[in-house]
């Protein structure tokens, strides 16, 4: 009841102009909660409120590290190499779990993992990594075409990927002289110069940095105790400014907090939450660290999120949602002369209830399917007397 009353409250404080041109989507993550030995990782997708979870892989070997594309339609992913006990290779997916396809082909003894999408959506980053030899950063085409090293920092890097503007990327680097025990969060300039240091405590594990969708600042986690504010040493999210200011411990807790990733508007991080590396679950908080819900329960391991970007036209105000038991219009948005949102959320409702017709009282209806939700716009008119009102429907 609390996280319903917490979200409720969210949605009233959102009826001011919206200036998000996205919809928040469905949260991709990993979990072992197919394989009845628990080590082998499938993906799953489910909406934000813990509702319609799917499976997008069915895979004997392990998927991991999911990464939407930047318009909501495919998924990036890194599979176990294939014929090979080691090693990683990336895939991509349709949104639904449809036309699975391996992107790289990396030569015997290399690996390519941690896949993130370019925010235009032109290509994809990966690691490239090697035993005995240092890893770099790579780039390749939307379908795996012209794989090419574009970074290499002096430090093995890993988890790289660009701002919103694609001017700087952001990636954890292994500081420690042997094995993987200490990490700090750096930025590198599109040319690979400028290297800059956002977080480094010594000796502490800082990684996995994710952007706000707006550029300004970075989620990570990190076991860094500092000021006392982490006696236990376990993983705690933080978020920083892109310029490396007001650093910010948000969870504080005992438990091991990892892996975050902003919602498509910035408002909410979804993130892992356990007692343990091996053991967690997905869940999502306020920008500011309050926790609202906690989205999966497994006794092992739901992990990696990542938040689903939904194209949206630009609006003039956020009108909330209009469901019934659970189920009908979130997040209904509407422009246009004489539209109230009462008016909008009635549009809504009653193209739901009339199971989603082409027409709805003048309006005509658009639908697409993004893997589990439905984006729906209906118009009516042209020009400086057009009202549009658009929602998500699952």
Same mark, same amino acid.
Request: with cysteine.
């Given at each position: 009841?609390?996280?319903?009353?917490?979200?409720?409250?969210?949605?009233?404080a959102?009826?001011?102009?919206?200036?998000?041109?996205?919809?928040?989507g469905?949260?991709?993550?990993?979990?072992v909660?197919?394989? *009845?030995?628990?080590?082998?990782?499938?993906?799953?997708?489910?909406?934000?409120?813990?509702?319609?979870?799917?499976r997008?892989?069915?895979?004997?070997?392990?998927?991991?590290?999911?990464?939407?594309?930047? &318009?909501?339609?495919?998924?990036?992913?890194?599979i176990?190499?294939p014929?090979?006990?080691?090693?990683?290779?990336?895939a991509?997916?349709?949104?639904a779990?449809?036309?699975?396809?391996?992107?790289?082909?990396?030569?015997?003894?290399?690996?390519?993992?941690? *896949?993130?999408w370019?925010?235009?959506?032109?290509?994809?980053?990966?690691r490239?990594? =090697?035993?005995?030899?240092?890893?770099?950063i790579w780039?390749?085409?939307?379908?795996?075409?012209?794989?090419?090293?574009r970074?290499?920092?002096?430090?093995?890097?890993l988890?790289?990927?660009?701002?919103?503007?694609?001017?700087?990327?952001?990636?954890?680097?292994?500081?420690?002289?042997?094995?993987d025990?200490?990490?700090?969060?750096?930025?590198?300039?599109?040319?690979?110069?400028?290297?800059?240091?956002?977080?480094?405590?010594?000796?502490?594990?800082?990684s =996995?940095?994710?952007?706000?969708?707006?550029?300004?600042?970075i989620a990570?986690?990190?076991?860094?105790?500092?000021? &006392?504010a982490?006696?236990?040493?376990?993983?705690?999210?933080?978020?920083?400014?892109?310029?490396?200011?007001?650093?910010?411990?948000?969870?504080?807790?005992?438990a091991?907090?990892?892996?975050?990733?902003?919602?498509?508007?910035?408002r909410l991080?979804?993130?892992?939450?356990?007692p343990?590396?091996?053991?967690?679950?997905?869940?999502?908080m306020?920008?500011?660290?309050?926790?609202?819900?906690?989205?999966?329960?497994?006794?092992?391991?739901?992990?990696?999120?990542?938040?689903?970007?939904?194209? =949206?036209?630009?609006?003039d105000?956020?009108?909330?949602?209009?469901?019934k038991?659970?189920?009908? =219009?979130?997040?209904?948005?509407?422009? &246009?002369?004489?539209?109230?949102?009462?008016?909008?959320?009635?549009?809504?409702?009653?193209w739901v209830?009339?199971?989603?017709?082409?027409?709805?009282? &003048?309006?005509?209806?658009?639908?697409?399917?993004?893997?589990?939700?439905?984006?729906?716009?209906?118009?009516?008119?042209t020009?400086a007397?057009?009202?549009?009102?658009?929602?998500l429907?699952?």
């Open positions: 009841m609390r996280a319903l009353l917490c979200c409720v409250a969210l949605w009233l959102f009826t001011a102009p919206a200036a998000a041109d996205t919809f928040n469905r949260i991709a993550f990993s979990s909660r197919t394989d *009845p030995q628990g080590r082998a990782f499938d993906l799953f997708s489910i909406n934000a409120d813990g509702s319609g979870m799917r997008l892989t069915t895979n004997p070997e392990t998927d991991r590290q999911p990464d939407w594309s930047p &318009g909501g339609t495919a998924i990036a992913y890194s176990d190499k014929d090979s006990p080691v090693n990683f290779e990336v991509r997916m349709a949104a779990g449809a036309r699975h396809l391996r992107l790289t082909q990396t030569p015997d003894g290399e690996a390519s993992s941690q *896949p993130s370019l925010p235009d959506g032109s290509g994809i980053l990966f490239r990594s =090697a035993r005995g030899r240092a890893s770099t780039q390749m085409g939307t379908l795996g075409q012209n794989p090419a090293l970074f290499a920092p002096p430090h093995p890097p988890y790289p990927s660009f701002a919103p503007d694609q001017r700087r990327i952001a990636y954890a680097a292994i500081l420690s002289p042997a094995g025990t200490e990490r700090g969060i750096f930025t590198l300039d599109v040319n690979g110069a400028g290297l800059t240091t956002l977080f480094d405590v010594p000796g502490a594990y800082d =996995a940095p994710a952007w706000s969708p707006d550029g300004t600042r990570f986690e990190s076991n860094a105790d500092v000021g &006392g982490n006696p236990e040493r376990d993983m705690e999210v933080w978020v920083i400014g892109a310029d490396g200011s007001e650093a910010t411990q948000l969870t504080r807790n005992a091991h907090d990892e892996g975050p990733v902003w919602s498509p508007d910035g991080l979804a993130y892992t939450s356990g343990d590396d091996d053991h967690g679950d997905i869940h999502v306020t920008s500011a660290g309050r926790m609202l819900r906690r989205l999966t329960a497994h006794p092992a391991a739901d992990e990696s999120p990542d938040w689903q970007a939904i194209p =949206a036209p630009r609006m105000a956020r009108c909330g949602d209009a469901v038991r659970g189920r009908g =219009a979130r997040d209904v948005r509407r422009t &246009g002369r004489g539209l109230s949102c009462a008016q909008a959320r009635g549009l809504a409702r009653r209830q009339a199971r989603m017709p082409r027409r709805a009282r &003048g309006y005509v209806a658009a639908s697409k399917d993004f893997g589990g939700v439905r984006r729906v716009l209906l118009r009516r008119g020009g007397r057009r009202t549009l009102v658009a929602f429907y699952r």
